[in-house]
């Protein structure tokens, strides 16, 4: 049934980044339309948690990487739940550290699938409906690698480049029709307990204690500056906002140069 609410549509709503802007939307007004690959039971609880807290959402399992499953889920959200206000597109591309070798031609263009295509996709079947409305908002989650590409990164690097750069596109095709596309480069590691938790095992726990107190984004207060930036007036309109712990090197000052930072002379 159609909601009077503006909608928030979250496509890779895990228990991390995506789950936590859900929630903070839905405190806020929003409905909260979720989307996840799979654990169904998993989206259930998110939607569970938001409802139980005063909110509004519904959730769907989404192949994101399966032909016109994206422009479906636009047009069922549009006409089943209302307009989409704001949209986060917050798929990972991640396919492990591989070395071009061991980088085959079918894991290579997945990560592309995933990284940008989908996001292509997203927002070619959401931005007519927005454009003709005047407005609307597009937030991005992205990653160092759109940014720095390092050794063993070649699909990941690509894919989040190439995501940074439609985001560029994007933006200076539609922000003069009322849209807002904002990337966010999430420099530093997430406690997200469906990404980060999945690839460290049992070394979860052991690794955030490493990293020591706020050593870890939060995704709760990453998910205010989703919050922010999508209320943010037109005459003041962030396009690329960059976070990371307190404790941690900015991906451009990643791995300096001695020689530089000690003014040519070598360190003792």
């Not at 259930?44 to 909110?55: D, F, N, P």
């Not at 959200?77 to 798929?91: F, H, K, M, S, V």
């Not at 492990?96 to 061991?102: E, M, S, V, W, Y």
């Not at 990284?115 to 992205?142: C, D, I, N, Y």
Request: charged fraction near 20%.
């Amino acid at each position: 049934m159609p909601t009077r609410k503006p909608v928030f549509l979250v496509i890779g709503a895990g228990a991390g980044i995506g789950g936590h802007a859900a929630a903070r939307f839905a405190a806020g007004g929003y409905h909260a339309a979720l989307a996840r690959r799979s654990d169904e039971a998993g989206l259930a609880r998110l939607v569970s948690q938001i409802e139980e807290a005063g909110g509004s959402a519904s959730g769907t399992l989404l192949n994101a990487a399966e032909d016109g499953s994206i422009e479906q889920l636009v047009e069922r959200t549009e006409r089943d739940i209302g307009p989409i206000d704001c949209a986060l597109y917050n798929l990972g591309a991640q396919i492990g550290n591989r070395a071009l070798q061991d980088t085959p031609h079918r894991t290579f263009e997945l990560g592309w699938r995933l990284g940008t295509f989908g996001l292509f996709r997203l927002a070619h079947a959401m931005f007519p409906a927005m454009a003709e409305r005047g407005k609307g908002t597009m937030l991005v989650t992205s990653a160092t690698s759109a940014v720095r590409g390092n050794a063993g990164q070649h699909s990941h690097a690509a894919a989040m480049g190439g995501r940074r750069m439609l985001c560029q596109t994007l933006n200076a095709e539609f922000a003069p029709q009322g849209i807002h596309i904002a990337h966010v480069v999430v420099d530093g590691s997430v406690d997200a307990p469906d990404t980060l938790g999945k690839m460290l095992g049992d070394n979860f726990e052991a690794y955030k204690a490493m990293k020591g107190e706020d050593g870890v984004i939060d995704p709760a207060a990453l998910a205010e500056t989703y919050w922010h930036l999508s209320q943010q007036p037109r005459n003041c309109w962030t396009h690329e906002i960059d976070a990371r712990p307190w404790t941690d090197t900015p991906w451009w000052n990643d791995n300096p140069n001695p020689q530089i930072n000690t003014g040519g002379k070598p360190k003792d």
